[in-house]
């Protein structure tokens, strides 16, 4: 549940110009069942109109694919009222935020998941980056206690590129230090800039150690908050 929160929290500061980071929580609220009668696709969240045994309600969930008509139970629910909503130029007198329960809660799994595994993108030879802050992938995967919470500058190519997952874009570089059999290799970005794969780039961002998104996916290190320079 704890994971849950702070994906929820993610999701009500991307998804909400009504909603604010001072505001509490509501507590949870029963599962939500019920037919879907719209679906409203929007960057990384699904908006769903919902027909239940007490009326019609919207629901939100990290972006997935759900067809009209379809059964659906929304676990986690969090009843927010009079949230506005920035993508769906709409405020919701009561909307549901929450995860669905036939995807096992596993929605941060499927957009993890959908350009599968890093491309093979040849050998990768980039020179380390310039500057007091700079380290290669390898320096600061095997650094990372050290560089815990600190700016760091690397160069490297992107080998995957997932775009908005809980509001930011999450880029693995590989600069050719490091090795496959220990994961020294390859190193996590998260930005709100655009790459694509292939492309060579400086990240220059914080790094964050022992990071728990949910649904599986855990991180002994990563950085954050990073801009991207080529």
């Given at each position: 549940?704890?994971?849950?929160?702070?994906?929820?929290m993610?999701?009500?500061?991307?998804?909400?110009?009504?909603?604010?980071?001072?505001?509490?929580?509501?507590?949870?609220?029963?599962?939500?069942?019920?037919?879907?009668?719209?679906?409203?696709?929007v960057?990384t969240?699904?908006y769903l109109?919902?027909?239940t045994?007490?009326?019609?309600?919207?629901a939100?969930?990290?972006?997935?694919?759900v067809?009209?008509?379809?059964?659906i139970?929304?676990e986690?629910?969090?009843?927010?009222?009079?949230?506005e909503?920035?993508?769906?130029?709409?405020?919701?007198?009561?909307?549901v935020?929450?995860?669905?329960?036939d995807?096992?809660?596993?929605?941060?799994?499927?957009?993890?998941?959908?350009?599968?595994k890093?491309?093979?993108?040849?050998?990768v030879?980039?020179?380390?980056a310039s500057?007091?802050?700079?380290?290669?992938?390898?320096?600061?995967v095997t650094?990372?206690?050290?560089?815990?919470?600190?700016?760091?500058?690397?160069?490297?190519?992107?080998?995957?590129?997932n775009?908005?997952?809980?509001?930011?874009?999450?880029?693995?570089?590989r600069d050719?230090?490091?090795?496959?059999?220990?994961?020294?290799?390859?190193?996590l970005?998260t930005t709100?800039?655009?790459?694509?794969i292939?492309?060579?780039?400086?990240?220059k961002?914080?790094?964050?150690?022992?990071?728990d998104?949910?649904?599986?996916?855990?991180?002994?290190?990563?950085i954050?908050?990073a801009?991207?320079q080529r």
């Amino acid at each position: 549940m704890k994971m849950f929160f702070s994906v929820l929290m993610s999701m009500l500061l991307t998804a909400g110009a009504g909603w604010a980071a001072d505001k509490p929580v509501p507590p949870p609220a029963a599962p939500v069942k019920g037919e879907v009668l719209e679906v409203r696709d929007v960057e990384t969240y699904t908006y769903l109109r919902l027909k239940t045994k007490d009326g019609e309600t919207w629901a939100a969930v990290p972006k997935t694919a759900v067809k009209k008509g379809a059964e659906i139970t929304i676990e986690n629910a969090l009843l927010m009222t009079n949230f506005e909503s920035k993508s769906m130029k709409k405020t919701f007198d009561r909307i549901v935020f929450g995860s669905l329960a036939d995807t096992g809660g596993a929605d941060m799994t499927a957009a993890h998941a959908r350009l599968g595994k890093p491309v093979d993108v040849g050998d990768v030879k980039v020179p380390k980056a310039s500057g007091p802050d700079a380290r290669t992938v390898a320096e600061i995967v095997t650094g990372k206690d050290t560089l815990k919470d600190k700016t760091v500058l690397v160069r490297g190519k992107v080998v995957k590129f997932n775009s908005q997952i809980l509001g930011r874009n999450w880029i693995h570089l590989r600069d050719g230090s490091g090795s496959a059999s220990d994961n020294t290799h390859d190193v996590l970005v998260t930005t709100k800039d655009q790459a694509k794969i292939g492309d060579v780039v400086v990240a220059k961002g914080v790094v964050h150690t022992d990071k728990d998104l949910g649904s599986g996916y855990s991180y002994k290190v990563l950085i954050e908050e990073a801009t991207l320079q080529r």
